[in-house]
C-alpha cells in the first residue's frame, strides 16, 4: 500500500535552532499534504495544508513565520521549526490525502527543544 | 480547531471482551472515518462510513453513524491485547479535504 516517510523520526535540539522536516509519499504522488502537531496524551491539531507549487494554508493560531512549509516536488513537503523553544517540542505528523477522503499518515517525528 | 468529543477518554478492559468508544461533531460531515495510534507512532485508517450510512462492518470492527444525533460509535469484539492503542474520530468536512479528529480513546487490553 501506499506509504508516507517522514525524517527525521527524532530531533533534539537547543534552543534558537531551527528544525527542518521532511515528508515524502513514497509510491505515490501528493499535490496535497497536511502537517498536524500532537501533544502528549492528546489528539492531532492541523497546522497547515502544504499544497505543491503554491503557498501553504495555515489554521488559525499557527504562526506562518515560526512554521515554514515547502512543497517543493510532487513526492516532498518540508516543515522547518524557526527559533525553536521548548514549547515547541512535540509530535510532528504528516499525512498525504488518499481514496475517498482518508489519510495516510507519516509515522511522525519527535522533537524536543532543550 | 477540534470539534470531536470522545468517551470514555480511557477505557480498559479484559481480552476477550468487547470494547465500545463514541465520538460526537458538531458540523456537517461528508463521511467519519476511525484511525487507531500505537504509542508515539502515526495513525493507520481503521474505517470509513459515509454521511448516509448508518452502520458499517470491517473484521472485528463495527461503526454506527447517527447524523441526527451528530455521533458515532466503534465497537471492537473479542478484544486482544494486541488492540491496545490511542483510537480517534475524524471528520471529513464538506467541501475541504482536511480532516478534524476527536480527542482519542486510550484502549487497554489486559491479557
Known amino acids: 500500500g501506499a506509504v508516507v516517510s517522514q525524517h527525521p523520526s527524532w530531533v533534539i535540539c537547543k534552543s534558537g535552532t531551527s528544525v527542518k522536516i521532511e515528508c515524502r509519499s513514497l509510491d505515490f504522488q501528493a499535490t496535497t499534504m497536511f502537517w498536524y502537531r500532537q501533544f502528549p496524551k492528546q489528539s492531532l491539531m492541523l497546522m497547515a495544508t502544504s499544497n505543491e507549487g503554491s503557498k501553504a494554508t495555515y489554521e488559525q493560531g499557527v504562526e506562518k513565520d515560526k512554521f515554514l512549509i515547502n512543497h517543493a516536488s510532487l513526492t516532498l513537503s518540508t516543515l522547518t521549526v524557526t527559533s525553536a523553544h521548548p514549547e515547541d517540542s512535540s509530535f510532528y505528523i504528516c499525512?498525504?490525502?488518499?481514496?475517498?477522503?482518508?489519510?495516510?499518515f507519516g509515522p511522525g517525528t519527535r522533537l524536543l527543544v532543550l | 480547531s477540534q470539534q470531536g468529543e470522545e468517551d470514555p477518554q480511557a477505557l480498559s478492559i479484559q481480552e476477550g471482551e468487547n470494547a465500545t468508544m463514541n465520538c460526537s461533531y458538531k458540523t456537517s460531515i461528508n463521511n467519519l472515518q476511525w484511525y487507531r495510534q500505537n504509542s508515539g507512532r502515526g495513525l493507520v485508517h481503521l474505517i470509513l462510513i459515509r454521511s448516509n450510512e448508518r452502520e458499517k462492518h470491517s473484521g472485528r470492527l463495527r461503526v454506527t453513524l447517527d447524523t441526527s444525533k451528530k455521533s458515532s460509535s466503534l465497537l471492537i469484539t473479542a478484544s486482544r491485547a494486541a488492540d491496545t492503542a490511542s483510537y480517534f474520530c475524524a471528520t471529513g468536512i464538506q467541501g475541504a479535504q482536511k480532516l478534524v479528529f476527536g480527542q482519542g480513546t486510550r484502549l487497554t487490553i489486559n491479557p
Open positions: 499525512s498525504a490525502p488518499a481514496q475517498l477522503g482518508t489519510q495516510y
